[in-house]
């Protein structure tokens, strides 16, 4: 299905390190809820995303247990566990979450719109 390779190569961007490959996945009024903070525009999520690559170095993020609860031609929705590991301050650490993904058509193009992280 379209949708799954488009979380597939949202997890791939996200590997990547490099916020410009995960924004051409993002919808241009993409929204994000983390933890600690909710980010409403591209700019804010690439700030979070940089920021998050720089406390946990060589992060590597994955998605387990993926379930579509809804998917049609125009949209589609998933939930996951999150799973990340790398190292902060030279120790090596990891932990999962709970994640929501939303994406949507655009321009005949998967696009995430919306992504809510918890720990």
């Known amino acids: 299905m379209p949708y799954q390779q488009a979380l597939e190569n949202y997890i791939a961007a996200t590997n ?6 995960v924004k051409e996945i993002l ?25 998050a690559w720089n406390l ?8 387990i247990d993926v379930q579509w609860l809804t998917a049609d031609e125009k949209s ?10 790398g ?12 994640a929501t993904n939303i994406f949507t058509v655009l321009n005949n193009e998967w696009k995430l719109i919306h ?4 720990s």
């Open 16 to 21: 990547s390190h490099d916020f410009n490959n």
């Open 27 to 51: 919808h241009p009024q993409a929204v994000y809820w983390f933890t600690d903070k909710t980010c409403t525009s591209l700019e804010e999520i690439g700030a979070y995303f940089y920021n």
């Open 56 to 63: 946990i170095k060589k992060e590597v993020y994955s998605a």
């Open 76 to 85: 589609a929705t998933c939930i996951y566990t999150y799973h990340y590991e």
């Open 87 to 98: 190292y902060h301050n030279g120790k090596f650490v990891s932990g999962s979450g709970r």
């Open 115 to 118: 992504e809510h992280l918890s």
